[in-house]
């Protein structure tokens, strides 16, 4: 289980819980939601081959030497994309109807003035350009958790979600290194 502080203090875990076939035998996940050690909502279902091709994402967008470096020199700003939604999960019904929650992560850039020390004729001071992560969670209730991450923070914590679903898998999510093409998603060995 993976978790996070919030903005409001208030703790946000996320468990994958593996979906099984008619056999029983687990082959992908879906994420159970809780805040402050309480169940707050179930979603992405069949969700952990995409968290880990995320995963891969974002360690690559971090890398030195990346697409990245030459636009943002600090790691902690390097997400993959431009401004936007990285990823939404939410809660779905047979019927298609949601209402069981949502988990999204929106990639946000801030510009902040950072005034100077005046010495002299020193400039007044500079404008300082983020980047943050947004991961927002709504709960069947309706009320909603947001935590503010580094690209550090965001890679830490889905890697540790990817890490969590294969354990309780049983199996590693293999993909291409160079596509979207998963390579049977999960492989585990059926009974017979």
């Given at each position: 289980?993976?978790?996070?502080?919030?903005?409001?203090?208030?703790?946000?875990?996320?468990?994958?819980?593996?979906?099984?076939?008619?056999?029983?035998?687990?082959?992908?996940?879906?994420?159970?939601?809780?805040?402050?050690?309480?169940?707050?909502?179930?979603?992405?279902?069949?969700?952990?081959?995409?968290?880990?091709?995320?995963?891969?994402v974002i360690a690559?967008?971090?890398?030195?030497?990346?697409?990245?470096?030459?636009?943002?020199?600090?790691?902690?700003?390097?997400?993959?994309?431009?401004?936007?939604?990285l990823f939404a999960?939410?809660?779905?019904?047979?019927?298609?109807?949601?209402?069981?929650?949502?988990?999204?992560?929106?990639?946000?850039?801030?510009?902040?003035?950072?005034?100077?020390?005046?010495?002299?004729?020193?400039?007044?001071?500079?404008?300082?350009?983020?980047?943050?992560?947004?991961?927002?969670?709504?709960?069947?209730?309706?009320v909603g958790l947001?935590?503010?991450?580094?690209?550090?923070?965001?890679?830490?914590?889905?890697?540790?979600?990817?890490?969590?679903?294969?354990?309780?898998?049983?199996?590693?999510?293999?993909?291409?290194?160079?596509?979207?093409?998963?390579?049977?998603?999960?492989?585990?060995?059926?009974?017979?």
């Open positions: 289980m993976q978790g996070l502080r919030c903005v409001d203090g208030s703790y946000l875990a996320v468990n994958p819980v593996p979906c099984r076939d008619r056999l029983g035998v687990p082959y992908e996940v879906t994420l159970d939601l809780y805040r402050d050690g309480v169940p707050y909502g179930t979603v992405g279902e069949r969700c952990g081959w995409f968290l880990a091709r995320m995963a891969r690559d967008a971090r890398a030195d030497g990346g697409p990245l470096a030459g636009d943002w020199p600090d790691p902690e700003d390097r997400f993959p994309g431009g401004e936007g939604e999960f939410r809660y779905r019904s047979r019927g298609d109807v949601v209402g069981g929650g949502e988990l999204r992560c929106q990639v946000r850039t801030m510009s902040s003035w950072i005034p100077a020390r005046r010495r002299g004729r020193a400039p007044l001071g500079e404008w300082r350009v983020t980047r943050r992560a947004y991961l927002e969670a709504w709960g069947t209730s309706g947001r935590a503010e991450l580094t690209s550090g923070r965001l890679a830490a914590f889905v890697a540790g979600l990817v890490g969590d679903a294969e354990e309780r898998l049983g199996a590693r999510f293999e993909m291409e290194r160079n596509g979207n093409v998963v390579n049977g998603a999960v492989r585990v060995s059926r009974p017979r």
